[in-house]
């Protein structure tokens, strides 16, 4: 397993270098000019030359991208083009907000997904069944920005239970969480009833239930465990999506993370800013899977990694 993790990091080393490219080219093909941006609307051309060759944008674009990387090797994010901070510095602020949220969405998303599909599975086309289901197509039928528009009108607005927007303090994560979550939660509700029900038809099954064993430890024990392998992808899967993809959250709630600082970076052509947050979110993608990997083999002992 040490030989297949180390083996997979090395091959993340091309995967990061072709992303890097592809980030560098995407971001200097949004429309716009930084410079001007800059310099202000009432900037002569000029001083816009003068700030355009000071930020290195007249360089051709491939020198732009060496200097860029050599940068990235040593340590250097580069420093962004609105505040004039390092854009390490911007992450240590935005980092940490948006891990807690993504963590605290996947958490319960998790936890309530397995519990309603398992409960699904073995209520199957009863009352238990029909309501999941109907929880499930809910969850993934719902616009984020929508059930986070209501949210706040219902349980801010009009409660006043919980604030309306921020990071300050441990109820402001409360309906940005259950926001981001809910498409997850309905997912993994689904993927989880339709793979227990897959295996409680399975021969092993019958086995136990033959052998005398409590249908509660058939379903638990056996049954359950052999159904997550299909679940874990996709959990992995959505976990590194949650990593880069709460902007829309983020923009509702005015919540001060990662995927606010991406939209905001990309309104003023903040390149360095964008382009650390792309790679960062690529980087967390990869180290995902990876774990993921991991984690198959954690379920099931049978499984083995060639190197």
């Not at 402001?172 to 029900?197: H, K, Q, V, W």
């Not at 959505?238 to 990593?243: D, E, I, R, S, Y």
């Not at 990309?266 to 960062?280: G, K, M, N, S, T």
């Not at 690529?282 to 499984?303: A, G, Q, R, T």
Request: charged share 15%.
């Amino acid at each position: 397993m040490l030989q297949y993790i180390m083996k997979r990091i090395l091959e993340m080393i091309p995967i990061l270098i072709i992303v890097s490219i592809v980030v560098f080219l995407f971001t200097h093909l949004i429309p716009g000019d930084p410079a001007r941006l800059v310099a202000g609307k009432d900037a002569t051309l000029e001083e816009v030359s003068k700030i355009r060759s000071k930020l290195g944008l007249d360089l051709p674009i491939w020198e732009q991208y060496f200097t860029y990387m050599g940068n990235l090797l040593t340590g250097d994010l580069g420093t962004s083009l609105k505040t004039g901070l390092p854009v390490s510095d911007m992450f240590v602020d935005r980092f940490l907000p948006s891990i807690y949220l993504t963590l605290l969405s996947m958490g319960w998303a998790v936890i309530i997904g397995l519990l309603i599909g398992t409960i699904s599975a073995v209520f199957k086309n009863k009352w238990p069944d029909y309501i999941g289901m109907v929880t499930a197509v809910s969850g993934i039928s719902l616009p984020g920005f929508w059930l986070g528009l209501i949210l706040i009108q219902i349980f801010s607005v009009q409660l006043g239970w919980f604030p309306t927007g921020g990071s300050e303090g441990w109820q402001s994560y409360i309906l940005p969480s259950i926001t981001l979550g809910a498409g997850i939660m309905s997912m993994l509700t689904r993927f989880t009833r339709s793979s227990l029900l897959e295996t409680l038809r399975a021969d092993f099954v019958r086995t136990g239930r033959a052998k005398g064993l409590k249908e509660r430890i058939v379903i638990t024990k056996h049954a359950l465990r052999n159904s997550l392998i299909p679940v874990v992808t996709i959990a992995g899967l959505q976990f590194g999506f949650l990593l880069g993809g709460s902007v829309v959250v983020e923009t509702v709630f005015s919540f001060p993370g990662m995927g606010r600082l991406l939209i905001d970076s990309i309104a003023f052509r903040d390149y360095p800013v964008i382009q650390a947050e792309l790679l960062l979110f690529s980087f967390e993608f990869i180290i995902v899977n990876l774990l993921v990997d991991v984690l198959y083999s954690i379920l099931n002992p049978k499984i083995r990694y060639v190197t």
